[in-house]
């Protein structure tokens, strides 16, 4: 079993990236194999030219086509990101939204959790809105025994917040946890839930 851990800070070495080693060391510890991915710095957004859907792939090969690639053998993941004005990193935004729009089945029903970093304030903005993709989506929230957040302004900042280390791990923890729980389900013959003929009502008509 694998999981995904998607670095959205344009620091790739800095304490986003910090957060997400102790995530990984977990996750390692129970057993899960693991990989840190970073987006990079210069994500196009999304065009709304419903190119997704109609050739099957992605207009922009960049790296929303790799992740969805990663994603498809992939079992778990994480989405990491600093704190802008109580808001996540509009360049993982981009990437996110695209990544939803055009790799969802690659991402359904599978666990996932965000993960924070700030220097102060905003973590719960941030957290929150990040979380909103999950549930459109299939997906499984793993939580912690905390708020995913880690605070500092450096990664030696970031050492000093033991709490929020702790919470990482415990993250990790509970995400192979749940993996491995899938598996048992798998090999005993749980299907995935049946899917309904998907409706759609606009609000003014």
């Keep these: 079993m694998k999981v995904l851990l998607i670095n959205g800070s344009p620091n790739e070495k800095e304490c ?3 957060g997400l080693e102790e995530v990984a060391k977990a996750l390692q510890e129970d057993g899960i194999e693991t990989e840190i991915f970073w ?6 957004g999304c065009l709304d030219c419903g190119k ?4 099957g792939h992605r207009v922009y090969n960049d790296g929303v086509t790799r992740l969805v690639e990663k994603a498809l053998k992939s079992d778990g993941f994480i989405f990491g990101t600093p704190v802008y004005y109580s808001a996540p990193n509009g360049t993982l935004l981009s990437f996110m939204q695209r990544l939803f729009m055009s790799g969802s089945k690659a991402l359904a029903y599978k666990p996932v959790a965000t993960m924070v970093s700030c220097r102060r304030g905003g973590a719960s903005e941030t957290f929150a809105q990040l979380n909103q993709f999950y549930g459109i989506n299939s997906m499984f929230t793993v939580g912690s025994q905390y708020w995913n957040q880690i605070h500092g302004n450096s990664v030696a900042d970031v050492e000093k917040d033991l709490e929020g280390l702790q919470t990482l791990r415990t993250l990790g923890h509970n995400m192979a946890y749940l ?3 899938i598996e048992a389900g798998k090999k005993a013959g749980v299907p995935l839930p049946k899917l309904e003929a ?3 009502t606009n609000f003014i008509q």
């Design 198 to 200: 998907r409706l759609r």
């Design 39 to 44: 987006i990079g710095k210069n994500v196009p």
């Design 179 to 181: 993996l491995k729980c």
């Design 16 to 18: 986003t990236n910090r």
């Design 52 to 55: 997704c859907h109609d050739l």
